[in-house]
């Protein structure tokens, strides 16, 4: 059996080691460049700086107790409850490194002076695109937070919620955005959606609308599995609200993988079956625009992926599914909720601001001046989205020529002089 002594020591060196492990991680250059920092704005920039901050000082006041109990044990049994809470010290501090890494790595992607001045756009996009819904209900938005990192969809951290540690709470909706979708990033709304749904309980509001008004057309195994997809349904609602076509394009680009993916069902996946999910998408545009590309773009997708080769269970789902698309895409769109103050989310949002004449109308009055001028990025910043994007998806042979158009837009906006970019 080892000696108090030795145990003591043991105790004492790896405690001596914890300590100086945490000064390392009190320097926040040691995780982000100094002008990443510097490129983030002054209000997300003190709120980032001081949570973090906070989660190292309870990292430090733990491991300065840990030397404090150590320095008064008497037995060996208070010796070994030195020992166990060191273990605990060991794992919250792996947690408090994985959140300054975190955050650390999304600033860092501000490093570069062009993706500095994007990010900073998509920064101002995202808060418009909550504020649009949050403000006219007397609900402030949170801070935005946007990085770039690989993959094929993007991804949120929602202001607000429990980080690892189990003690820091998010100071800010830190959005991930793909590389593949930066100069078309509809997928940015959608995680907006996320964090809005959050702060006003929407997604469980609209799980228990489907589930009561679905069951008077549908079996309720039916009903039931597209309540359990509701948090993933209104973020893309949310998308297609502020973008329209151009949101269902590219959600549409995101999730066209192979047959077995598309028509693939994942017991305890938040969200909709792919082939299901994007001809829902396109009945929204349907409800709302009428007839448009959205009818080519869901006629392809059937043909592609036909049903026949769904598991049994699954395609009878999806086409039972297919048949609700209209009543779905009415429930989405035009029913009143509490969370809206009693409005539907497009008497909130309006989608005639997005329809594609009237999108197309307005590039015509304004011509070139819409990309340049201060007011239309002031006020108008995802209407632009919502046009950029729609072109995109109906003029393929000028994506290019688009894309460069939006990427300089962005970098205008995000402060980047022109000689820059």
Same mark, same amino acid.
């Given at each position: 059996m080892?000696?108090?002594? &030795?145990?003591?020591?043991?105790?004492?060196?790896?405690?001596?080691?914890w300590?100086?492990?945490v000064?390392?991680?009190n320097?926040?250059?040691?995780? %982000?460049?100094?002008?990443?920092?510097?490129?983030?704005? $002054?209000?997300?920039d003190?709120a980032?700086?001081r949570?973090? !901050?906070?989660?190292v000082?309870r990292l430090?006041?733990?491991?300065?107790?840990?030397a404090s109990q150590?320095?008064?044990?008497?037995?060996?049994? !208070?010796?070994l409850?030195v020992?166990?809470r060191?273990?605990?010290?060991?794992q919250r501090?792996?947690q408090?490194?994985t959140?300054?890494?975190?955050?650390?790595?999304?600033?860092?992607t501000?490093t570069?002076p062009k993706?500095?001045a994007i990010?900073h756009a998509l920064?101002?996009?995202? $808060?418009?695109?909550?504020?649009?819904?949050?403000?006219?209900?007397?609900?402030?938005?949170?801070?935005?937070?946007t990085?770039?990192?690989?993959?094929?969809?993007a991804?949120?951290?929602? #202001?607000?919620?429990?980080l690892?540690?189990?003690?820091?709470?998010?100071?800010a909706?830190a959005i991930?955005?793909?590389?593949?979708n930066l100069?078309?990033p509809?997928?940015l709304?959608?995680?907006?959606g996320?964090? /809005?749904?959050n702060?006003?309980?929407?997604?469980?509001e609209?799980a228990?609308?489907?589930?009561?008004?679905?069951?008077?057309?549908a079996?309720?195994?039916v009903?039931?599995a597209?309540?359990?997809?509701a948090t993933?349904? /209104? %973020?893309?609602?949310?998308?297609?609200?502020?973008?329209?076509?151009?949101a269902?394009?590219?959600?549409h680009d995101v /999730?066209?993988?192979?047959?077995?993916?598309?028509l693939?069902? *994942?017991p305890?996946d938040p969200?909709?079956?792919p082939y299901?999910? /994007?001809l829902?998408? &396109?009945a929204?545009?349907?409800?709302?625009?009428?007839? $448009?590309?959205?009818?080519?773009?869901?006629?392809?997708?059937t043909?592609?992926?036909?049903?026949?080769q #769904?598991?049994?269970?699954?395609?009878?789902?999806?086409?039972?599914s297919?048949?609700?698309?209209?009543? *779905?895409?009415?429930?989405?769109l %035009?029913?009143?909720?509490r969370?809206?103050?009693?409005?539907?989310?497009? !008497?909130?949002?309006?989608?005639? =601001?997005i329809?594609?004449?009237?999108?197309?109308?307005?590039?015509? !009055?304004?011509?070139?001046?819409?990309y340049?001028s201060?007011?239309?990025?002031?006020t108008?910043?995802? =209407?632009?989205? &919502? *046009?950029?994007?729609?072109?995109?998806?109906?003029?393929?042979e000028?994506?290019?020529?688009i894309?460069?158009?939006?990427?300089?837009?962005?970098?205008?906006?995000?402060?980047l002089?022109?000689?820059a970019?």
């Amino acid at each position: 059996m080892i000696s108090e002594r &030795a145990l003591r020591l043991q105790l004492a060196r790896q405690i001596a080691h914890w300590r100086a492990a945490v000064a390392t991680i009190n320097d926040p250059s040691n995780f %982000a460049a100094a002008e990443a920092w510097a490129a983030v704005e $002054g209000d997300l920039d003190l709120a980032l700086r001081r949570r973090l !901050q906070e989660t190292v000082n309870r990292l430090r006041a733990e491991a300065d107790g840990l030397a404090s109990q150590l320095s008064t044990a008497q037995s060996r049994e !208070q010796l070994l409850a030195v020992r166990k809470r060191l273990i605990a010290f060991r794992q919250r501090y792996s947690q408090t490194e994985t959140i300054l890494d975190f955050y650390g790595d999304a600033i860092n992607t501000r490093t570069n002076p062009k993706l500095r001045a994007i990010l900073h756009a998509l920064d101002l996009i995202a $808060g418009h695109s909550m504020d649009a819904a949050l403000r006219p209900l007397g609900r402030p938005s949170p801070p935005v937070l946007t990085y770039i990192d690989k993959g094929m969809g993007a991804s949120i951290l929602r #202001a607000g919620v429990r980080l690892w540690d189990g003690g820091t709470l998010s100071p800010a909706a830190a959005i991930k955005i793909t590389r593949h979708n930066l100069y078309r990033p509809t997928s940015l709304i959608h995680e907006a959606g996320h964090q /809005v749904e959050n702060l006003l309980g929407w997604a469980n509001e609209f799980a228990a609308l489907l589930r009561h008004e679905l069951a008077s057309f549908a079996p309720v195994a039916v009903a039931e599995a597209w309540a359990a997809t509701a948090t993933e349904i /209104v %973020a893309d609602i949310f998308a297609f609200a502020h973008c329209g076509y151009a949101a269902v394009a590219a959600l549409h680009d995101v /999730v066209a993988a192979d047959e077995a993916t598309v028509l693939r069902y *994942l017991p305890g996946d938040p969200h909709p079956i792919p082939y299901i999910r /994007v001809l829902l998408n &396109a009945a929204y545009c349907r409800w709302a625009f009428g007839v $448009g590309p959205w009818d080519d773009l869901a006629e392809a997708w059937t043909e592609t992926y036909p049903l026949t080769q #769904a598991h049994p269970a699954t395609g009878d789902f999806l086409q039972r599914s297919v048949d609700l698309l209209p009543r *779905l895409a009415e429930l989405s769109l %035009a029913r009143p909720l509490r969370a809206f103050g009693g409005r539907s989310i497009v !008497q909130l949002l309006d989608p005639a =601001r997005i329809n594609p004449n009237a999108l197309l109308a307005w590039a015509r !009055q304004l011509g070139p001046a819409l990309y340049i001028s201060p007011h239309w990025a002031n006020t108008e910043p995802i =209407r632009l989205l &919502a *046009l950029s994007g729609y072109r995109m998806a109906t003029e393929p042979e000028k994506a290019k020529e688009i894309a460069n158009e939006y990427e300089a837009w962005m970098l205008r906006v995000g402060g980047l002089p022109a000689r820059a970019a």
